[in-house]
């Protein structure tokens, strides 16, 4: 039996990107019971990890708009029930470092939720400080 989400994402990007017409089938879709879950923003993980190395490998940007739209489904997922737990905390560190940096996207991403939650455990505070420091980190020069 065929994985339905390796097919979903080689369709999607059989042309290398993802416009606007594919957000809007994914969030119609994604959204479609009005919420989103895990296996879902897994899923949305995925697809963009890989439209991230063919864009990476093509010399081109990311389509804006499935990058609000990836931010605006973990936001949500996460935030569920307006807490950050330890397990939340644990899972966006493995999201965020999947890649073993910050990049600004996913730094005003953190923020908003920072700024959102009722209520964070000590281990999101931790991720946030330390993801703080990475992002706001200059380039050391080459000599």
Same mark, same amino acid.
């Given at each position: 039996?065929a994985?339905? +989400?390796? $097919?979903?994402?080689? *369709?999607?990007?059989?042309?290398?990107?993802?416009?606007?017409?594919?957000?809007? #089938?994914?969030?119609?879709?994604?959204?479609a019971?009005?919420?989103?879950?895990?296996?879902?923003v897994?899923?949305l993980i995925?697809l963009?990890?890989?439209?991230?190395k063919?864009?990476k490998a093509?010399?081109e940007?990311?389509?804006?708009g499935?990058t609000?739209?990836?931010?605006? #489904?973990?936001e949500e997922? $996460?935030?569920?029930?307006?807490?950050?737990?330890?397990?939340?905390?644990?899972?966006?560190?493995?999201m965020?470092f999947a890649?073993?940096?910050?990049?600004?996207?996913?730094w005003?991403?953190?923020?908003?939720?920072n700024?959102?939650?009722t209520?964070?455990?000590?281990?999101f505070?931790?991720?946030?400080k330390?993801?703080? *420091?990475?992002v706001n980190?200059?380039a050391?020069? +080459?000599?």
């Open positions: 039996m994985d339905w +989400k390796k $097919v979903a994402i080689a *369709t999607i990007l059989a042309d290398g990107k993802i416009d606007e017409a594919e957000v809007k #089938a994914l969030r119609r879709e994604l959204w019971d009005g919420k989103i879950d895990r296996n879902e897994k899923f995925e963009r990890n890989t439209a991230q063919k864009a093509r010399n940007e990311d389509f804006a499935f609000r739209m990836f931010y605006k #489904a973990n997922n $996460v935030l569920k029930d307006g807490k950050i737990s330890a397990n939340e905390a644990r899972w966006l560190r493995e965020l890649d073993g940096k910050i990049d600004a996207d996913e005003v991403f953190l923020q908003s939720i700024k959102k939650a209520a964070k455990h000590a281990d505070d931790a991720l946030y330390e993801c703080e *420091t990475k980190k200059p050391k020069a +080459k000599k």
